[in-house]
T-cell receptor, first 113, second 115 residues
Framework: DADVTQTPRNRITKTGKRIMLECSQTKGHDRMYWYRQDPGLGLRLIYY???????NKGEISDGYSVSRQAQAKFSLSLESAIPNQTALYFC????????????FGPGTRLTVT | TQLLEQSPQFLSIQEGENLTVYCNSS?????LQWYRQEPGEGPVLLVTVVTGGEVKKLKRLTFQFGDARKDSSLHITAAQPGDTGLYLC???????????????FGKGTKLSVIP
């Protein structure tokens, strides 16, 4: 079984809808991250969490919110989706050392029409 | 302004050729990582370099960290179709506090190795 799982894998939604992307991990890591990937722009950090009580904004947090329900679960929400949020979204986890390897989930392809 | 500049952005070569891709910055990194991403999957770590001037080899892949820890290169010898993918470099900035736990990613080099 995969160490980092994401659901759904693909989602098409309409402008203005609320959508939640979910991430679960079995690696036992405290640190979890949400990125989006756009062609030509690389991976950009949306939010990260060092533990259940610690949530931090990343480079592009506007229009997104997160919830760390447990050590193993980190959800990303789009309260009112807009077309420029169409992208590939990745969840990742890492150990507690600075610059540690990040383990990525398989990604969620989100299309906002 | 992109903190980590990767070049070239695209590279298409014949099987058996050698290639080098670059990752450059004006900032100093405490460590730098290289990931490979295949279509439909998340990035997977290839290597982490932490010491200026460090060279690491992974079969036909050679990774080097610049002496000043501002740049890195990935050299592939005798490329094979299985090397096809998106190569991403990612650095942990030399900063105090929470920032050092973040990785800054380059935009990637998309490599195609033609049989």
């Amino acid at each position: 079984d995969a160490d980092v799982t994401q659901t759904p894998r693909n989602r098409i939604t309409k402008t203005g809808k609320r959508i939640m992307l979910e991430c679960s991990q079995t690696k036992g890591h405290d640190r979890m991250y949400w990125y989006r990937q756009d062609p030509g722009l690389g991976l950009r950090l949306i939010y990260y969490s060092f533990d259940v009580k610690d949530i931090n904004k990343g480079e592009i947090s506007d229009g997104y919110s997160v919830s760390r329900q447990a050590q193993a679960k980190f959800s990303l929400s789009l309260e009112s989706a807009i077309p420029n949020q169409t992208a590939l979204y990745f969840c990742a986890t890492s150990e507690g050392l600075a610059g540690s390897e990040q383990y990525f989930g398989p990604g969620t392809r989100l299309t906002v029409t | 302004t992109q903190l980590l500049e990767q070049s070239p952005q695209f590279l298409s070569i014949q099987e058996g050729e050698n290639l080098t891709v670059y990752c450059n910055s004006s900032s100093v990194f405490s460590s730098l990582q290289w990931y490979r991403q295949e279509p439909g999957e998340g990035p997977v770590l290839l290597v982490t370099v932490v010491t200026g001037g460090e060279v690491k080899k992974l079969k036909r892949l050679t990774f080097q960290f610049g002496d000043a820890r501002k740049d890195s290169s990935l050299h592939i010898t005798a490329a094979q179709p299985g090397d096809t993918g998106l190569y991403l470099c990612a650095g942990a900035l030399v900063e105090s506090g929470a920032g050092s736990y973040q990785l800054t990613f380059g935009k990637g080099t998309k490599l195609s190795v033609i049989p």
